[in-house]
């Protein structure tokens, strides 16, 4: 039993492309804007490598909108159930009902996925348009069930377009909220946010680690830039295929395609993303030290690194602050502060 654990751990680590790179020998090169193309539903080991990994996935509409959507959706949500997801994120106000015949919540629709969540034992978010009685209001939003089946959030929309606007859906407030979730802190956008910078940094700096967004259109090009920008992982869930999920350096980790109406990834939380900038000495004190319990992928190009744990007793935020090691989104805002000391002493 034993030996077939074995192989099944090294063929996990072929597929994914760690093998090599688990010594912390090798090199890795970005491929983002690149290659559009990435693996399917990928093979899942049930032991943890990370103390923090987090299985997402993210479900299309493409081939059931002429169905009971919600039945479709729960259906697709089964056959997946099989990895475990902790968090499955559905399309943008997924089940066609427009503004004006928006529903309350807790209310049908929401009744239906908290049962799926509590049966699956994941995290739903569920796209719609929400109504508010006691205000009068309609809002695109996106309500987050927890494992429980229990609303434990709702995101509103900052930004709807002008149809939106005149069906009778307003704006949500700005800045967008974050959601603390037993695995980690997330963020939503919805759709047409992709087109303002400014809430998806506001995601960065309330701690978001994921950000999903459910929105009417894959976006392409938009959600990788934005994944490397800010330093999270990225979720995108349209009705179209494909649906996609963004490693924290912008690279393309999944997506859905026409056999497969849904993309799937696991995450590893215990990530961080470094300039190389005067820590050669310490990374190969760090390979010397932990071995393959640390990986270390180099991008070169950018003059980047990445570090994460592979072995569940290790903490990454332990590693960086063993070795003096400044995360980039940090070390950006270290270097910005100086920046204005400078611009200061030079206005006296």
Known sequence: MKKNQNV????FLKKSGTGAGLLGLGTYSSNLFANKTAPGSPYIP???????????????????????????????????????????????????????????????TTERLAAVAKEL????????????????????????????????????????????????????????????TDFGTIGIQICFDINWIEEWKSLKDQGAEIVFWPSAYPAGRNLPAYAWMFKYYIVGCSWRDPATIYDITGDLLAMSGQWEHWAFASLNMEKELLEIAHYSRKLNEIKKKYGPKVLIRYYNDEDWITIESCSPEIRIKNILDEYELVPHWDYIKIETEEQEKYRRIMSL
């Open 46 to 108: 049930q032991e943890k490598i990370s103390p923090r990994e987090v299985r997402v996935m993210s479900i299309v509409k493409s081939g059931i909108e002429d169905q009971d959507i919600v039945k479709a959706m729960i259906e697709r949500m089964r056959i997946m159930a099989l990895y475990k997801p902790d968090i499955v994120c559905l399309p943008e106000a997924f089940t066609g009902l427009k503004g004006r015949n928006a529903e309350s919540v807790p209310g049908l």
């Open 8 to 11: 099944s751990r090294r063929n």
């Open 121 to 180: 034992g994941c995290y739903i978010i569920c796209p719609m348009h929400v109504s508010t009685e006691r205000e009068g209001k309609v809002y695109n939003s996106a309500i987050l069930i927890n494992r429980e089946g229990e609303i434990a959030g709702q995101y509103n929309k900052i930004h709807p377009v002008s149809s939106e606007s005149e069906n009778g859906v307003i704006p949500g407030i700005s800045p967008p909220p974050v959601f603390k």
